[in-house]
């Protein structure tokens, strides 16, 4: 299983920004995805879960209500939708997956990884 994150870059406070993770599985529907993100000198942590089936999602308190989580399995890729973006958000962004066969819901560990993608929010 392979990831990569696209879409990262610069942009200032209260703009738009949307990452897209394409996989390389054979069956994108199976598995479900994750965004996580690394501030400098911070621990990486949740920002947001979509379900195999698209029908569940969740969101870490930080970014409910900006962020929006989406997935087109047809093209093997999850979405990170991400508005008013604030100086706090600046991270590199990573997606993840875990198949859910023998998955607990929602996952409590990913075992595959993309490379990550930075967003920076200017102030």
């Known amino acids: 299983v392979q990831l990569q994150a696209s879409g990262g870059g610069l942009v200032q406070a209260g703009g738009s920004l949307r990452l897209a993770c394409a996989a390389s599985?054979?069956?994108?529907?199976?598995?479900?995805m994750a965004w996580f993100r690394q501030a400098p000198g911070k621990e990486r942590e949740f920002v947001s879960f979509?379900?195999?089936?698209?029908?569940?999602?969740d969101y870490a308190d930080s970014v409910k209500g900006r962020f929006t989580i989406s997935r087109e399995n047809a093209k093997n890729t999850v979405y990170l939708q991400m508005n008013s973006l604030k100086p706090e958000d600046t991270a590199v962004y990573y997606c993840?997956?875990?198949?859910?066969?023998?998955?607990?819901?929602?996952?409590?560990?990913?075992?595959?990884w993309g490379q990550g993608t930075l967003v920076t929010v200017s102030s």
């Open positions: 993840a997956t875990r198949n859910r066969m023998g998955s607990d819901f929602p996952p409590s560990r990913y075992d595959y």
């Open positions: 599985v054979r069956t994108f529907s199976n598995y479900h």
């Open positions: 979509v379900s195999y089936s698209g029908r569940h999602t």
